[in-house]
């Protein structure tokens, strides 16, 4: 199952400001560069990646929808929130969907699709530890195959909520 990573782009530049991440004084460079980083970001994790945008805040010569080096690129209509467009991709691709977003509203709509929701703090720290370590896996050194030696005892008892679980699945992938 393939991933679409769909992210609310006004909400995650502003976040990013706050993370360290340049940040250019011109809303146009702005957007170009965090294209740019999601594309350097693609190369090591192959997922499909959609930015949507505000169309108030659109390029006079920008299209509605577009591609930018493979991550695709929508502005919401006149009239129309950014929102509104992610609550649909969200519906649309349902469980193959990671949203990321910091929007509570946004992030509702998109659990009872069945999406998974990332903050834009946490996908921007997973883009930085990508863009870092390359395509080498972070944090442990055990292998994928699900087996950590140990002693502890196994059970249900601690078991995240199935949802919680799917979401932390997806995650592990970005």
Same mark, same amino acid.
């Given at each position: 199952? @393939?991933?679409?990573? /769909?992210?609310?782009? %006004?909400?995650f530049?502003?976040?990013?400001?706050?993370?360290? #991440?340049?940040v250019? =004084?011109?809303?146009?460079?702005?957007?170009?560069e965090?294209l740019?980083?999601?594309?350097?970001?693609?190369?090591?994790?192959?997922?499909?990646?959609?930015?949507?945008?505000?169309?108030?805040?659109?390029p006079?010569?920008?299209?509605?929808?577009? @591609?930018?080096?493979? /991550?695709?690129?929508? %502005?919401?209509?006149?009239?129309?929130?950014a929102?509104?467009? #992610?609550?649909?991709? =969200?519906?649309?691709?349902?469980?193959?969907?990671?949203?990321?977003?910091?929007?509570?509203?946004?992030?509702?709509?998109a659990?009872?699709?069945?999406?998974?929701?990332?903050?834009?703090?946490?996908?921007?720290e997973?883009?930085?530890?990508?863009?870092?370590?390359?395509?080498?896996?972070?944090?442990?050194?055990?292998?994928?195959?699900?087996?950590?030696?140990?002693?502890?005892?196994k059970?249900?008892?601690?078991?995240?909520?199935?949802k919680?679980?799917?979401?932390?699945?997806?995650?592990?992938?970005?």
């Open positions: 199952m @393939s991933l679409h990573i /769909i992210i609310d782009g %006004y909400n530049l502003h976040t990013t400001e706050m993370y360290g #991440i340049p250019a =004084a011109d809303l146009q460079e702005m957007r170009e965090l740019d980083s999601l594309v350097e970001y693609k190369k090591f994790k192959p997922h499909k990646i959609t930015v949507v945008f505000d169309g108030t805040n659109a006079f010569f920008s299209t509605k929808q577009s @591609s930018h080096k493979g /991550i695709g690129v929508r %502005y919401s209509h006149k009239g129309e929130l929102d509104d467009v #992610i609550k649909r991709m =969200a519906a649309h691709e349902r469980s193959r969907a990671i949203v990321v977003t910091s929007d509570n509203d946004i992030a509702r709509s659990n009872a699709s069945d999406a998974s929701v990332l903050g834009s703090d946490e996908f921007a997973k883009m930085k530890q990508a863009l870092f370590f390359g395509d080498h896996e972070t944090g442990d050194d055990f292998s994928d195959d699900g087996w950590v030696p140990t002693t502890k005892k059970g249900p008892g601690k078991r995240l909520p199935k919680k679980r799917k979401t932390a699945k997806k995650a592990k992938k970005l």
